[in-house]
């Protein structure tokens, strides 16, 4: 098991820079696939990063391609969001996520359901004016 806590939101304007950071404590991030989602208000929560268990495969809804670059530091056992040219249509409430799956199992495993996810973060809030 894992608990996450999600830090770095805040108020910026659109065009500026932020990175989201996600704390685990319990089992390694080298035994978890992770991923990052986020909710607007009245929306669904939807898929926007997803990093593999081994840290080599990555996956990026088309909304956020070529801005948002999701890795994993492993000795911080900390995994990051940085959000670049950030635009009012990326105000959300952001969380990170994980699920279990063991480093030994070299396939790459990176799911971009939220279903497929069983830890969460409570959530950090990005808030970006025009």
């Known amino acids: 098991q894992v608990q996450l806590v999600e830090s770095g939101g805040g108020l910026v304007q659109a065009g500026d820079s932020l990175r989201l950071s996600c704390a685990a404590s319990?089992?390694?991030?080298?035994?978890?696939?992770t991923g990052w989602f986020r909710q607007a208000p009245g929306k669904e929560r939807e898929f926007v990063a997803a990093?593999?268990?081994?840290?080599?495969?990555?996956y990026y809804a088309d909304s956020v391609k070529g801005r948002f670059t999701i890795s994993r530091d492993n000795a911080k056992n900390t995994m990051y969001l940085q959000m670049n040219s950030l635009k009012p249509e990326d105000t959300a409430a952001y969380y990170c996520?994980?699920?279990?799956?063991?480093?030994?199992?070299?396939?790459?495993?990176?799911?971009?359901?939220?279903?497929?996810?069983?830890?969460w973060g409570q959530g950090t809030q990005v808030t970006v004016s025009s």
């Open positions: 996520a994980a699920k279990f799956r063991s480093k030994f199992r070299t396939r790459p495993f990176a799911p971009t359901s939220e279903g497929e996810y069983e830890y």
């Open positions: 319990g089992r390694t991030f080298s035994d978890y696939a």
């Open positions: 990093l593999s268990q081994n840290g080599g495969t990555s």
